[in-house]
């Protein structure tokens, strides 16, 4: 019975540190010590019964999703596209390094938090909640989370990137999209931001490309040919995305792109 309750304990655990920090808009912390609880795996004898086998294997695939927590948040979410389209900016404006990655990955991964919050909230009052309140168990859990990503990666992946991997892994043409597997879904909504990304950089780099060509030509005609153009094109670059406001447009447009 002991045994029954930390197993679940831990099970609850290990959710409350997956969904903690990306399920909750906001979270505020204590000033004062905060005391948490202590949390121990002991194997004292082998598992004969079926259900301490089957509680030990959702522990070890609660452990397994932690793991893998950096690539699902990377890969399922909005934060492929953003992070290419701000890499891109940096390279548009030509500042090199400036801003810092440090800086472009956590602007990313705030304006994903913000981005999936309508996803996160809907894991956490269909799924999270229920689960703990012991209303469904914990294979629905996962399910209830994986329909909510995948509903989220349906809206955002192009037809085509989803029957190139279809045909790729030959099978039949899906009659709705709830037979669209995560193995085929996956890949094809990580190409669709790719492209969606390369097509938002684009558009970026097109204002900067002509500034660059016109700030050539000039240096051109003044016989000023040793002069590196980037060297006068940088400050027009700066003012240029000053005056239009340019941080506001490029994350206003990025956040509307996913709506």
């Not at 099970?11 to 969904?19: D, K, Q, S």
């Not at 906001?26 to 089957?54: H, M, N, Q």
């Not at 793991?67 to 030509?94: C, D, E, K, N």
Request: glycine share 6%; net charge neutral; with cysteine.
């Amino acid at each position: 019975m002991m045994k029954g309750l930390r197993t679940k304990g831990c099970l609850v655990m290990a959710l409350i540190v997956l969904f903690a920090a990306i399920i909750l808009p906001s979270v505020s912390w204590a000033a004062a010590g905060i005391s948490l609880p202590s949390l121990s795996i002991t194997f004292d004898k082998a598992a004969d019964e079926p259900e301490r086998v089957s509680s030990l294997m959702q522990l070890l695939m609660l452990l397994t999703v932690l793991t893998l927590a950096p690539a699902i948040l990377v890969m399922l979410t909005s934060f492929t596209r953003i992070v290419v389209v701000l890499s891109l900016l940096r390279h548009a404006l030509g500042t090199q390094q400036i801003p810092s990655n440090q800086i472009v990955v956590g602007l990313s991964l705030f304006l994903t938090f913000f981005i999936m919050t309508p996803v996160w909230n809907q894991v956490n009052d269909d799924a999270v909640k229920p689960y703990m309140e012991e209303r469904i168990s914990f294979d629905k859990a996962l399910s209830t989370t994986g329909e909510a990503l995948k509903g989220f990666m349906l809206k955002h992946t192009r037809e085509k990137d989803i029957g190139l991997f279809q045909a790729i892994a030959r099978r039949e043409r899906p009659a709705t999209a709830d037979d669209i597997g995560l193995s085929v879904l996956i890949p094809a909504f990580v190409i669709s931001e790719l492209k969606t990304a390369f097509q938002i950089g684009f558009m970026i780099y097109l204002p900067f490309l002509i500034l660059d060509m016109v700030v050539a030509s000039v240096l051109l005609s003044m016989g000023m040919m040793m002069l590196p153009p980037i060297m006068i094109s940088l400050p027009f670059k700066l003012l240029l995305f000053v005056l239009v406001d340019g941080w506001y447009l490029v994350v206003g447009s990025l956040v509307e792109s996913f709506k």
